[in-house]
């Protein structure tokens, strides 16, 4: 199995940046379509982007659209989160998740696709 571990989140003010990364350890990273979701206090987990084996497809929620770009590094085996213009809805605790993929182009936008599943960075913005 792949072992996922998050860092990058923190506190940050309305209109900043941030970037968040996901190792990854344990398995060929380049076999797993990979994803980003968030869970704010008292809300589900909700999806914000994905990721093909290749890089080449992408997906976004519609509220990170435009803001928020996913990206992969195989060669380092970590998955990144560029958040731009943050905006205080965006504090949540953030996770990574893969899945095995035979498929390098596939994108997976939902919760019960994945197996794995990082422990999570908090993200706080601040108005």
């Known amino acids: 199995q792949v072992q996922l571990v998050e860092s990058g989140g923190g506190l940050v003010q309305n209109g900043h940046s941030l970037t968040l990364s996901c190792a990854a350890s344990g398995r060929t990273f380049s076999n797993y379509a990979m994803g980003w979701f968030r869970q704010a206090p008292g809300k589900e987990r909700e999806f914000v982007a994905a990721l093909s084996r290749s890089g080449a497809r992408t997906a976004y929620a519609d509220s990170v659209k435009g803001r928020f770009t996913i990206s992969r590094d195989n060669a380092k085996n970590t998955l990144y989160l560029q958040m731009n213009t943050l905006k205080p809805e965006d504090t949540a605790v953030y996770y990574c998740?893969?899945?095995?993929?035979?498929?390098?182009?596939?994108?997976?936008?939902?919760?019960?696709?994945?197996?794995?599943w990082g422990q999570g960075t908090q993200v706080t913005v601040s108005s």
């Open positions: 998740a893969a899945d095995f993929r035979p498929s390098r182009i596939v994108v997976l936008t939902t919760l019960a696709e994945y197996d794995y």
